[in-house]
């Protein structure tokens, strides 16, 4: 059984930084790719960033230049680091993973929530 497991959300000043990690537990082959969503009340979850198993990034406008996502694939773990913040990036905060074991599905973590006060 595969879980995901969050930590790192929190309040936090509007300019002020916060890291988020997630780390996979349980037994597979690979993880294909790590990434980040968020969501706020209302409205559909949104790709914040993700990376590939070869290190390939993407991210979504809103965050380029002030997020960076990273991945140890020895602790089987994925951050986000989020610098700069804004009020806007203020959400529920959800890890997803493309994880082969040896089929590919897709998990995903508890959430954690990120408040930036203005």
């Known amino acids: 059984q595969v879980q995901l497991v969050e930590s790192g959300g929190g309040l936090v000043q509007a300019g002020g930084s916060l890291r988020l990690s997630c780390a996979a537990s349980?037994?597979?082959?690979?993880?294909?790719?790590m990434g980040w969503y968020r969501q706020t009340p209302g409205k559909q979850r949104e790709l914040v960033a993700f990376?590939?198993?070869?290190?390939?990034?993407n991210y979504a406008d809103s965050v380029k230049g002030r997020f960076a996502i990273s991945r140890d694939n020895a602790k089987n773990t994925v951050y986000l680091q989020m610098n700069n913040l804004k009020s806007e990036d203020t959400a529920v905060y959800y890890c997803?993973?493309?994880?082969?074991?040896?089929?590919?599905?897709?998990?995903w973590g508890q959430g954690t929530q990120v408040t930036v006060s203005s």
């Open positions: 997803n993973m493309m994880i082969r074991t040896p089929d590919r599905n897709t998990y």
């Open positions: 990376i590939t198993d070869n290190d390939i990034t």
């Open positions: 349980g037994s597979f082959f690979n993880i294909d790719v």
